[in-house]
């Protein structure tokens, strides 16, 4: 294992004639945040939507925890990357713990499981669970 979460080794990808990525490198180490930043248009998205295999890399290979997953079953992969889904990604009529909780519940996960992760992973990011848990995504700022 390389010791990292998530790594971009030597990756392209073009869309027609457009160069989004071109022989991009980048170790992510594992237990750390990183911010991708960039105008619109410079690849932001294409990058993460990478590391669950929504987008396929022209050359190159994205591994995580050291292992190359283009031979994974992309929906495996999915269900085991947590990542954090904004604005039109969320589903409006579930609250916010419900879509937290959406993947590990289609993993059989318990119901108290549910709830405490959900209330870790807000407590994790300054949310205070009793005040967020029960909204819709339409009760929140979005940043606004």
Same mark, same amino acid.
């Given at each position: 294992m390389s010791g990292n979460a998530v790594e971009f080794v030597d990756v392209s990808k073009s869309y027609? #004639?457009?160069s989004i990525q071109k022989n991009f490198d980048l170790a992510i180490p594992g237990g750390k945040i990183i911010t991708i930043i960039g105008p619109s248009g410079c690849g932001k998205t294409t990058l993460l939507k990478m590391i669950n295999r929504l987008i396929e890399p022209d050359s190159g290979k994205v591994l995580i /925890?050291?292992?190359?997953? #283009?031979g994974l079953?992309?929906?495996q992969l999915r269900r085991n990357i947590g990542y954090v889904i904004q604005q039109i990604g969320?589903?409006?009529?579930?609250?916010?713990?419900?879509?937290? #909780?959406?993947v590990p519940r289609l993993?059989? /996960?318990k119901k108290q499981h549910l709830i405490d992760r959900a209330t870790e992973l807000l407590k994790l990011i300054g949310l205070e669970p009793s005040r967020f848990l029960g909204r819709?995504?339409?009760e929140l700022s979005g940043g606004h």
């Open positions: 027609t #004639s457009t /925890e050291g292992k190359d997953i #283009s079953d992309p929906v969320l589903f409006p009529h579930m609250t916010i713990e419900q879509n937290i #909780s959406i993993k059989g /996960e819709y995504p339409h």
